[in-house]
């Protein structure tokens, strides 16, 4: 993750830009701003944007490319929904590239695969448990927290290798040994964290989650 400009080939990463600006359009006019009305959400979500920026430039890497952090998505999306879960990602992302950590050319890219991956396949699981599962807390914490975030994470990582893999910037086989296998471990810190956050968030501040109502999940217990 956190491309370089020089990694990838030029026919991949102007594309990428034009699909991550159509995406980042599409969530800026879809967003529920009126959430942000409220100072206490406002204040909220702009600190998530600042602690998730921290978190990613605490990250392990020896090679371009191949940085490893928690990406926070499952909670963003949990919180804020996936349009300004979208938003505050790259908010982000910016500011880890104007400190040098990612390539501009490399925006683009960098969003879709530390971004929109983890943010859509977050709200799908949510989405899908939401509809089609008992409304009960347990399935909200372990479900659409715990396990969304590992998945979300490890998927990052799997669509990571592939553009890596194809477009010949590393061998399969070097990151197999040296990259994929690592996201299983940081799936484990991403869905312990999450479903922790989310836990303490149920009890003591449902309110900091939109995608969570009280009534309906605690009554349901």
């Not at 392990?60 to 990406?71: C, E, F, R, T």
């Not at 008992?134 to 927290?145: E, M, N, R, S, T």
């Not at 592939?162 to 197999?176: F, I, M, N, P, R």
């Not at 479903?195 to 939109?210: E, H, I, K, Q």
């Amino acid at each position: 993750m956190n491309f370089p400009d020089f990694l990838l080939p030029q026919g991949l990463l102007w594309p990428a830009d034009i699909v991550a600006a159509l995406l980042l359009g599409v969530s800026i006019l879809k967003a529920p701003w009126a959430r942000l009305r409220n100072g206490d959400i406002q204040h909220l979500w702009l600190a998530c944007c600042t602690g998730l920026l921290l978190m990613w430039s605490i990250k392990a890497g020896i090679k371009p490319g191949l940085d490893l952090h928690l990406l926070g998505a499952t909670a963003l999306t949990l919180m804020f929904g996936p349009a300004l879960a979208l938003i505050a990602m790259a908010v982000v992302l910016m500011g880890v590239t104007i400190y040098g950590s990612a390539g501009w050319i490399s925006l683009g890219i960098n969003f879709l695969v530390m971004a929109a991956v983890p943010v859509v396949l977050s709200y799908v699981i949510y989405s899908q448990a939401h509809h089609k599962l008992p409304k009960h807390v347990f399935i909200y914490i372990f479900l659409d927290a715990f396990v969304a975030a590992w998945l979300a994470i490890a998927l990052s990582g799997l669509v990571s290798t592939l553009v890596l893999v194809e477009t010949g910037a590393y061998k399969a086989s070097y990151l197999q040994s040296n990259y994929l296998a690592y996201f299983i471990l940081m799936g484990w810190s991403e869905a312990m964290l999450t479903g922790m956050a989310t836990t303490l968030m149920v009890v003591y501040r449902p309110n900091w989650l939109s995608t969570f109502n009280d009534k309906l999940y605690l009554n349901n217990k």
